[in-house]
């Protein structure tokens, strides 16, 4: 079993900028990569971002490009978002997620909301 502990999100105005972290505890060795995700009300969850957890290789998704940036730190079984220029367009519940297979994500953080006025 992991476990994922997501921190960070919070208030914010447009423009401005968070931090998410991720820390995950438990059986993590088998780690193939962790991702991002988000969730506004009424919509669907949508893929924000991933990094694979050897080599370091990131995705993102096109809304964020530019704005926003994933990396980990494998000693600290941790994975950040920094999130920059954010817009209300932003405001979302944020989940880490965790992936031991190329195909699917096999475990889930609680989520942290992000909520960006304008």
């Known amino acids: 079993q992991v476990q994922l502990d997501e921190s960070g999100g919070g208030l914010v105005q447009a423009g401005g900028f968070l931090r998410l972290s991720c820390k995950a505890s438990g059986r993590t060795f088998n780690t193939y990569r962790m991702g991002w995700f988000r969730q506004a009300p009424g919509k669907e969850r949508e893929f924000v971002a991933s990094?694979?957890?050897?080599?370091?290789?990131?995705s993102y998704a096109d809304s964020v490009k530019g704005r926003f940036t994933i990396s980990r730190d494998n000693d600290k079984n941790t994975v950040y978002l920094q999130m920059n220029s954010l817009k209300p367009e932003d405001t979302a519940v944020y989940y880490c997620?965790?992936?031991?297979?190329?195909?699917?994500?096999?475990?889930w953080g609680q989520g942290t909301q992000v909520t960006v006025s304008s």
């Open positions: 990094v694979m957890w050897s080599g370091g290789l990131r």
């Open positions: 997620a965790g992936a031991t297979s190329p195909n699917k994500y096999d475990y």
